[in-house]
């Protein structure tokens, strides 16, 4: 699954949200997008990726292609007869 949310909100820090959903999904990929210079608590959370607004949206494109799950069987795979 892949996440994306805001580092600053209302009730719960994007750090804090971060650990708490890795805890439950480690496979899950977060993207976060963030209106401040980038932190050391930002770069500490486990996001493949951390984007400063304005987002330049090639970036946020890049991110989100390369935290999508693909489908990495192939033809070739296939046992021959």
């Known amino acids: 699954d892949v996440v994306l949310m805001d580092f600053g909100m209302p009730r719960l820090n994007g750090a804090t949200a971060c650990r708490?959903?890795?805890?439950?999904h480690p496979e899950a990929k977060i993207v976060i997008v963030t209106g401040t210079p980038a932190t050391?608590?930002?770069a500490d959370?486990?996001?493949i990726a951390i984007l400063t607004k304005p987002?330049?949206?090639?970036k946020?494109?890049?991110a989100l292609y390369d935290a999508a799950p693909?489908?990495?069987?192939?033809?070739t795979d296939?046992?021959?007869e």
């Open 20 to 24: 708490m959903i890795l805890s439950k």
């Open 40 to 42: 050391a608590e930002q």
């Open 45 to 47: 959370t486990g996001a």
């Open 55 to 58: 987002i330049d949206l090639n």
């Open 60 to 62: 946020l494109y890049g």
């Open 70 to 75: 693909r489908d990495t069987s192939s033809a």
């Open 78 to 80: 296939e046992p021959s």
